[in-house]
């Protein structure tokens, strides 16, 4: 799968099927710092991400 | 996972309050804690004009589109910084969403730009650099005294931001580890207009996380700049956002408990003291010499900084 990331702007390849809940993990990130969204659909973390699929792991957080 | 209200598939679970919502459902819990907000803190009424202070970013515009959706009067204020690529950017999706979203609502945009203050076509960071300050300082004393400023001389009733859970519990941890008193008697999210000069203050997403209003952006599709204030990088806020985020991972409702147990002592400690916020403001506060906005000082911060900054560029 494609997971573009922000903060940098950068896209990664993990293998997929995969839980959203497993890419958080993988990637080391806390889950209430970040929306995943698909096409325009945001993902909860049961969601299963296909190997095929983009995603787009959003970051929350602001400066404020 | 299914959505708790109407078992349709959720599209984001909220482990604070032990539910999920599916985009329908998520978009009334939001409008409903926003009423909630409102109501309970007496922020303002229907027939109130309310100035939003927007950046662009997911909250204010939010908080712009949910007041609309409410039937609240409401206009906006956009205060462009000067900051290369990133003002041009958040500029237009403020500009995008009042002509998609405000116009046909009647909602105003008004617009005012640092360079104009700084009377030399300055950028924020440049102000800042001029006069030795941190840029988020500088930003600071300028958005606060702007947003102060038009919403006091065009007769709103009120202004708005849109700070949210996060924001006022980091800010409320930030205060503590430094014990600033004086700032956390002001940390309210309602901050009445006390004195000649000053306009009521509120702050309608202070129930609402970043990931519940983010949530609530993309539902809603508000075209929101994702991208990050380049002078933000390193900020203290984004170092207490995230301890405290991860204080939520491991237990849910932390942040909410943290704000909340504080919001209840000030209370407290309200009902028992002699003196209110207003009372204090009104012994504390003069009009600036320069400006005539209320400050502790003879001169107002902005309007020193404002000085500094030409003494420094002759």
């Known amino acids: ?64 | 996972m299914r959505c708790r209200k109407c078992s349709n598939r959720a599209v984001l679970g909220l482990p604070r309050h032990n539910t999920a919502y599916c985009g329908p459902c998520l978009t009334e819990f939001v409008r409903t804690q926003v009423q909630k907000a409102i109501k309970v803190q007496r922020m303002f009424s229907p027939e109130d004009r309310i100035l939003v202070a927007v950046s662009g970013g997911k909250d204010s515009l939010t908080l712009w589109e949910i007041l609309l959706k409410l039937g609240y009067r409401v206009d906006a204020l956009y205060v462009g910084l000067g900051i290369p690529g990133y003002s041009e950017r958040s500029h237009e999706k403020v500009e995008r969403f009042a002509h998609d979203v405000a116009e046909a609502c009647g909602s105003q945009l008004i617009i005012q730009t640092v360079e104009e203050d700084a009377g030399a076509g300055t950028g924020v960071k440049e102000l800042a650099n001029l006069i030795k300050r941190p840029t988020c300082s500088a930003c600071g004393t300028i958005k606060r005294y702007q947003f102060n400023r038009v919403a006091y001389q065009n007769n709103y009733d009120v202004m708005a931001t849109g700070h949210n859970l996060d924001d006022e519990a980091a800010r409320l941890l930030g205060n503590v580890l430094n014990w600033q008193e004086e700032y956390l008697q002001k940390q309210s999210p309602t901050l009445p207009a006390s004195v000649e000069g000053f306009s009521k203050k509120v702050k309608p997403l202070y129930r609402m996380t970043e990931r519940e209003i983010a949530a609530y952006a993309v539902v809603n599709r508000i075209d929101y700049l994702v991208e990050e204030c380049p002078n933000a990088k390193g900020a203290k806020m984004l170092v207490y956002k995230d301890v405290l985020n991860r204080l939520e991972a491991e237990s849910p409702g932390t942040k909410h408990r943290f704000y909340w147990g504080f919001l209840e002592k000030q209370k407290k400690s309200a009902n028992t003291s002699n003196h209110s916020m207003t009372d204090i403001d009104q012994s504390t506060l003069l009009p600036c010499e320069t400006c005539s906005q209320p400050t502790t000082a003879g001169i107002c911060s902005f309007c020193r900084m404002m000085a500094r900054a030409k003494t420094a560029t002759r």
């Open chain 1, 1 to 64: 799968m494609n997971v573009h990331l922000s903060h940098p702007t950068r896209d990664i390849a993990l293998q997929g099927p995969k839980r959203v809940a497993d890419i958080f993990k993988e990637l080391q990130l806390i889950p209430e710092a970040f929306l995943v969204i698909r096409g325009q659909d945001l993902m909860t973390e049961d969601e299963i991400v296909a190997d095929e699929d983009t995603i787009e792991v959003r970051p929350v957080i602001s400066g404020g």
